[in-house]
């Protein structure tokens, strides 16, 4: 969704615009190459990916800066590098590629790999400590409310049963067996419980929400906030999040006089949300769900 991007950024000539999720650098060198003088701010969690984009955006100079780093904490990391009233935030919240095709990750049941599924390798919490150790009450809520995967209990009760389990294949195994007849749907058994396990690792829904609010107030006057998301329950985030900061007030609706003090703090610049063209998912199957929002700061 690169042209959708730059559209939606509403490219400034001499801009600065902050690229929460910079990844391998796709996004941020349509940036570079789409307008003239502009500067971009490339974050992220993952060390190789950041390598990539480094070398992939070297030709731009002191115009391209990539830093590791926390899209939750956006606002101290641009102030840090003089990204304040920027003229653009994007959010991609999709895995990249080098991370799904990367064996020793553990994120695709499709590739046998330890369990791992951290962005930041760094960081104590891995998959692997959260299917062997976590109660099965506990496995079974993440299940169902990160991965919305309605058979959560009969799956968490067979993980619990099969420990310990060592790889990302011996996983899917065990989920596809306790999905039985009820697994047989368009999607692999698998894909929620492996998107719930992720996300409760990386505290995937925690740091968007708290990057969204930090984001709003690194944007200038007129500066844009776009945000991809991949799945219902970003996408859920994102609309509620940017709704509310396009009220006036916030007020529960039956208070007869408003009395929150909410201001809006952006306009909603698509009223609907925006999906990739039939051509861009023949392209690239993997864009089939994104879903784009964007505001502007007021």
Request: charged share 30%.
């Amino acid at each position: 969704m690169v042209d959708e991007v730059l559209a939606a950024l509403d490219l400034k000539v001499g801009g600065r615009y902050v690229d929460c999720t910079v990844g391998e650098g796709g996004h941020s060198l349509a940036i570079l190459e789409a307008s003239s003088e502009v500067r971009v701010l490339g974050i992220d969690l993952d060390a190789e990916a950041r390598q990539v984009a480094k070398r992939r955006l070297g030709g731009y100079g002191d115009d391209a800066l990539v830093v590791g780093g926390n899209f939750a904490d956006v606002g101290t990391i641009a102030d840090e590098n003089g990204f304040t009233a920027a003229d653009g935030v994007l959010f991609d919240l999709g895995l990249s590629s080098l991370q799904i095709d990367t064996d020793k990750r553990g994120f695709s049941f499709r590739r046998e790999a330890r369990l791992d599924m951290r962005f930041d390798p760094g960081q104590t919490t891995t998959a692997h400590e959260l299917v062997n150790e976590y109660p099965e009450d506990l496995l079974a809520d993440v299940i169902s409310r990160l991965g919305e995967e309605p058979g959560a209990r009969r799956i968490a009760r067979a993980v619990v049963r099969s420990r310990p389990i060592e790889t990302t294949t011996g996983l899917a195994d065990v989920i596809a067996r306790a999905a039985g007849r009820a697994g047989r749907r368009r999607i692999h058994p698998a894909t929620r419980t492996f998107q719930a396990i992720r996300m409760a690792v990386n505290s995937e829904l925690e740091n968007l929400h708290r990057g969204l609010g930090q984001a709003i107030q690194v944007l200038g006057s007129a500066g844009r906030l776009v945000v991809i998301s991949y799945h219902s329950l970003e996408d859920r985030l994102v609309k509620t999040a940017l709704r509310r900061e396009a009220s006036s007030c916030v007020c529960p609706p039956r208070t007869p006089v408003c009395v929150c003090g909410h201001s809006a703090t952006v306009r909603l610049v698509h009223r609907k949300v925006i999906k990739p063209t039939d051509r861009e998912v023949a392209e690239n199957p993997r864009s089939r769900s994104a879903k784009l929002r964007t505001a502007e700061r007021i």
